[in-house]
């Protein structure tokens, strides 16, 4: 018998030796080639000789390189960023896309808290006035963190480590994060608050979200105008998360008393509105840059891509639940259902989650329900922080403290299996349920305890109101005048004149105004526009 070939790996960005040598140890060839990544046509030329490609951010992954990769398996990035890989088409090629999410936690957590300091008693500034040899004591008058009050915008893992570290510092912490529960708040001794008390409260601030349509700008200039007198800020998170021109008003006016960015709208930022304000402490993007941290994902990466090359084991996968290949075929159109409910559920969603609960039905019941669950969780979750992915979802709800019941049944009704997802908050329960019919694509069968059949798009439009008439020509007159197609339409109805439900299956996206303008008829008691990922 042949002996079988080991698996080969190119690591094409600069890793560590240490990461270099866990390939050699497991049994894995390795070609460290940490110059290629910014050479596209010799990595064009070489890489269907790999099973796996290990990056950073400086090699592109792109559906021409990916094109060319005959052999490759998986792509492991050491970090948390994967923008630099086509995940939709490595996904259709059947290729695993990893990340290494909490290798650099501590380190962006210690600069945030780092640049909370400088910002504070002015660091940047004295040092350098320092070393100009003007020793001006009097001019550089800071402030203590000692009983003052932080912010923590986005208490998910880096946020929650801020909060740790702040309250050592006896600081009063108050903390927004709509998927915080008392008791994770409570764990962490933090003080849980709306936005607007938060704003009104903090003596710092310092933000710890993702960028998404609910965040962008989450600091805008009327939100900046509802913060204390004197408040200093901090991100070290994203940028764009902070209008940077209003930043900049609130600086010069003194409304806002200083401010430590390590992110930035634009990057790089080669120049800025807020460079050289006295009363700025600018970094470039240092939130993970220490020698642990970029040590400790790459040797992540290495051991997680050996695992699965030789084991089949998946970890911290972006697009793949950790199924056999055999369950795989057989799954697949259950795990995008299982998504799609979780995300109609988190999309619609705003205060803390308590509890999800999932109810699988006939021939689902006998599935992975373990990689189902997690489809639903990260469905749930990414409306909030498209970070998420099928296998750190349950480690992310859990830090929130969002309790996750499965219970099981024989085929109860008119389908062979469906799935019932429950979200508990502490203002309401949300229900909905899903099939996936013989030509193998998801549907909505109930919302709201109303039955309906409701084929899954990009684009949709939710809505509820009592069931009068009218409503069906109102959204098709609508949709018509501000150019909107639709591409299916489906309604449902408790019972005449009761609670009735209508989802729209439309060819593109809906302009906020459009949602306006159905909001201002006074006929509906939500309008909600959905996003989900078909492909």
Same mark, same amino acid.
């Given at each position: 018998?042949?002996?079988?070939?080991?698996?080969?790996?190119?690591?094409?960005?600069?890793?560590?030796?240490?990461?270099?040598?866990?390939?050699?140890?497991?049994?894995?060839?390795?070609?460290?080639?940490?110059?290629?990544?910014?050479?596209?046509?010799?990595?064009?030329?070489?890489?269907?000789?790999?099973?796996?490609?290990?990056?950073? !951010?400086?090699?592109?992954?792109?559906?021409?390189?990916?094109?060319?990769?005959?052999?490759?398996?998986?792509?492991?990035?050491?970090?948390?960023?994967?923008?630099?890989?086509?995940?939709?088409?490595? !996904?259709?090629?059947?290729?695993?896309?990893?990340?290494?999410?909490?290798?650099?936690?501590?380190?962006?957590?210690?600069?945030?808290?780092?640049?909370?300091?400088?910002?504070?008693?002015?660091?940047?500034?004295?040092?350098?006035?320092?070393?100009?040899?003007?020793? /001006?004591?009097?001019?550089?008058?800071?402030?203590?963190?000692?009983?003052?009050?932080?912010?923590?915008?986005?208490?998910?893992?880096?946020?929650?480590?801020?909060?740790?570290?702040?309250? &050592?510092?006896?600081?009063?912490?108050?903390?927004?994060?709509?998927?915080?529960?008392?008791?994770?708040?409570?764990?962490?001794?933090?003080?849980?608050?709306?936005?607007? /008390?938060?704003?009104?409260?903090?003596?710092?601030?310092?933000?710890?979200?993702? *960028?998404?349509?609910?965040?962008?700008?989450?600091?805008?200039?009327?939100?900046?105008?509802?913060?204390?007198?004197?408040?200093?800020?901090?991100?070290?998170?994203?940028?764009?998360?902070?209008?940077?021109?209003?930043?900049?008003?609130?600086?010069?006016?003194?409304?806002?008393?200083?401010?430590?960015?390590?992110?930035?709208?634009?990057?790089?930022?080669?120049?800025?509105?807020?460079?050289?304000?006295?009363?700025?402490?600018?970094?470039?993007?240092?939130?993970?840059?220490?020698?642990?941290?970029?040590?400790?994902?790459?040797?992540?990466?290495?051991?997680?891509?050996?695992?699965?090359?030789?084991?089949?084991?998946?970890?911290?996968?972006?697009?793949?639940? !950790?199924?056999?290949?055999? /369950?795989?075929?057989? *799954?697949?159109?259950?795990?995008?259902?299982?998504?799609?409910?979780?995300?109609?559920?988190?999309?619609?969603?705003?205060?803390?989650?308590?509890?999800?609960?999932?109810?699988?039905?006939?021939?689902?019941?006998?599935?992975?329900?373990?990689?189902?669950?997690?489809?639903?969780?990260?469905?749930?979750?990414?409306?909030?922080?498209?970070?998420?992915?099928?296998?750190?979802?349950?480690?992310?709800?859990? /830090?929130?403290?969002?309790?996750?019941?499965?219970?099981?049944?024989?085929?109860?009704?008119?389908?062979?299996?469906?799935?019932?997802?429950?979200?508990?908050?502490?203002?309401?329960?949300?229900?909905?349920?899903?099939?996936?019919? !013989?030509?193998?694509?998801?549907?909505?069968?109930?919302?709201?305890?109303?039955?309906?059949?409701?084929?899954?798009?990009?684009?949709?439009?939710?809505?509820?109101?009592?069931?009068?008439?009218?409503?069906?020509?109102?959204?098709?007159?609508?949709?018509?005048?501000?150019?909107?197609?639709?591409?299916?339409?489906?309604?449902?109805?408790?019972?005449? &004149?009761?609670?009735?439900?209508?989802?729209?299956?439309?060819?593109?996206?809906?302009?906020?105004?459009?949602?306006?303008?159905?909001?201002?008829?006074?006929?509906?008691?939500?309008?909600?526009?959905?996003?989900?990922?078909?492909?």
């Amino acid at each position: 018998m042949a002996p079988q070939t080991k698996p080969r790996v190119l690591v094409s960005d600069a890793l560590s030796e240490t990461a270099v040598q866990i390939f050699r140890d497991r049994g894995v060839e390795v070609d460290y080639l940490p110059a290629l990544g910014k050479d596209k046509e010799k990595l064009l030329e070489i890489i269907g000789q790999y099973d796996g490609l290990a990056i950073r !951010s400086a090699t592109k992954v792109t559906d021409k390189i990916l094109a060319a990769a005959t052999n490759l398996k998986v792509i492991g990035r050491a970090g948390i960023g994967v923008d630099n890989v086509d995940i939709p088409e490595a !996904s259709k090629k059947g290729i695993i896309v990893m990340n290494t999410p909490f290798g650099n936690s501590i380190t962006t957590a210690e600069h945030a808290i780092a640049m909370m300091f400088a910002v504070a008693r002015q660091i940047p500034e004295a040092n350098a006035s320092t070393h100009e040899g003007k020793w /001006e004591k009097s001019k550089f008058m800071g402030v203590e963190l000692f009983n003052k009050t932080l912010g923590v915008i986005g208490a998910g893992n880096i946020g929650g480590i801020v909060c740790d570290r702040a309250v &050592g510092l006896k600081m009063k912490v108050v903390a927004y994060d709509p998927f915080l529960s008392d008791e994770r708040a409570k764990q962490l001794g933090v003080t849980k608050v709306e936005l607007d /008390e938060l704003l009104a409260r903090a003596d710092f601030i310092t933000l710890h979200v993702p *960028m998404t349509d609910k965040t962008r700008n989450i600091l805008s200039r009327e939100n900046l105008a509802k913060t204390k007198k004197g408040v200093r800020i901090i991100n070290c998170a994203r940028g764009g998360l902070i209008d940077e021109d209003a930043l900049v008003e609130a600086l010069n006016s003194g409304h806002v008393a200083g401010a430590a960015l390590d992110v930035f709208a634009v990057e790089p930022a080669k120049e800025s509105p807020l460079f050289n304000l006295p009363n700025v402490v600018c970094t470039p993007h240092l939130g993970a840059s220490t020698t642990e941290a970029q040590e400790n994902v790459a040797l992540q990466v290495a051991e997680q891509m050996s695992d699965y090359l030789l084991t089949g084991a998946v970890s911290n996968a972006l697009n793949m639940p !950790s199924v056999t290949a055999e /369950e795989a075929a057989v *799954m697949g159109p259950w795990i995008k259902l299982a998504g799609h409910l979780g995300n109609f559920a988190g999309q619609m969603t705003d205060e803390p989650i308590r509890a999800i609960n999932v109810l699988y039905d006939g021939v689902v019941s006998d599935m992975n329900l373990k990689a189902l669950d997690c489809a639903v969780i990260a469905g749930i979750l990414k409306s909030a922080n498209p970070d998420v992915n099928l296998v750190s979802a349950p480690i992310v709800a859990k /830090e929130r403290g969002i309790k996750v019941s499965t219970t099981t049944q024989d085929k109860a009704g008119a389908f062979d299996g469906y799935i019932k997802l429950t979200i508990v908050t502490d203002k309401r329960e949300r229900s909905l349920a899903g099939t996936v019919f !013989s030509d193998g694509k998801p549907r909505f069968i109930q919302i709201k305890g109303i039955n309906i059949d409701a084929e899954i798009g990009e684009h949709m439009l939710y809505t509820t109101n009592e069931d009068v008439p009218g409503i069906i020509g109102l959204l098709g007159m609508t949709m018509g005048k501000n150019g909107v197609n639709i591409a299916n339409f489906t309604l449902g109805r408790s019972a005449a &004149g009761q609670d009735a439900i209508a989802l729209l299956y439309l060819d593109q996206a809906i302009d906020p105004k459009v949602v306006e303008t159905l909001e201002s008829t006074g006929m509906f008691q939500q309008v909600h526009p959905l996003k989900f990922e078909v492909a």
